[in-house]
């Protein structure tokens, strides 16, 4: 009897919670959040290298655009996927090609408002977990998918699939999993207003993340790599060791040298799974 009576008080408690969740969600939660794929909403990030210097700013719903959902009730809206070509990487807003596009676009006469949905890093995998989320809400007139062949190909191979480490235990880690996808609206409320995550993140702060991964990179080479490393001009290396200069980019070239001629090798056994995974059936 108590056993039931504590079920049944359990599943009235968590309906209870879960038509409060979607209560949050029609009232406090915007219509399109992708905070967690893109960037955090009404954020900032500033970078400044030898190369060039800009502040991305996210909006509201987390990702890098000026248009928002309320100025394009008019008009065609475009969507753009990719990765860091797409989103801007080393330019101001106003000088990415998705904005240079929109620009072209009013210039020539034709309403339009142009969402930014890249993301540096992504492969064509990621652009679909964004589109599955963004495309049923923007429900846009036009997708543009800006895909690097050797990159967004090379990440794909079975031999490219890295899992970040965590700092949570797995325990931890399947209770987040679990409010996500029980309680979606409370769970990203939680994480806009509890998250240690700085809303405003300095040049600073970016170069001394930036040296706090060169030296891992450096920490973790191998006698090979290393001698790729030592070949690299000494310019780039300073750069490299001072925090100025990307180091996804330096390791990628470390440790996966010939990424960009493997891929394009199909008998290579790797590239093979990924044309036989991407392919349907007679397209291949």
Request: charged share 20%.
């Amino acid at each position: 009897m108590n056993v039931a009576l504590v079920l049944i008080s359990t599943s009235i408690s968590l309906g209870a919670l879960i038509l409060l969740d979607r209560f949050l969600g029609i009232v406090l939660v915007p219509k399109l959040f992708l905070g967690d794929l893109i960037g955090l909403p009404e954020s900032s990030q500033e970078f400044h290298t030898s190369e060039f210097r800009y502040v991305a700013v996210y909006n509201q719903y987390g990702f890098r655009s000026r248009s928002s959902l309320i100025d394009c009730t008019h008009g065609k809206t475009i969507v753009t996927l990719g990765d860091s070509f797409t989103w801007g990487w080393g330019v101001s807003e106003d000088e990415s090609w998705p904005t240079k596009l929109e620009q072209i676009l009013r210039r020539g006469g034709l309403e339009v408002c142009l969402y930014n949905l890249g993301r540096g890093g992504l492969s064509v995998d990621g652009y679909a977990r964004i589109a599955t989320r963004a495309i049923p809400v923007l429900r846009p007139n036009l997708v543009i998918v800006g895909v690097l062949q050797g990159d967004d190909l090379a990440q794909l191979r079975p031999d490219e699939t890295e899992i970040p480490p965590s700092n949570s235990s797995e325990t931890l880690q399947m209770f987040k999993r679990l409010a996500e996808t029980v309680l979606p609206n409370s769970y990203y409320l939680f994480k806009i207003r509890c998250m240690k995550r700085q809303r405003v993140t300095s040049a600073e702060q970016n170069r001394d993340r930036w040296l706090a991964a060169a030296n891992q990179v450096l920490s973790g080479l191998s006698p090979e790599e290393k001698k790729r490393y030592e070949a690299i001009p000494q310019t780039a290396r300073l750069y490299f060791e001072h925090g100025a200069l990307n180091p996804s980019l330096v390791s990628l070239a470390l440790k996966r040298s010939n990424r960009f001629l493997v891929i394009e090798d199909d008998t290579d056994p790797q590239t093979k799974i990924v044309i036989v995974h991407r392919d349907p059936p007679g397209l291949g």
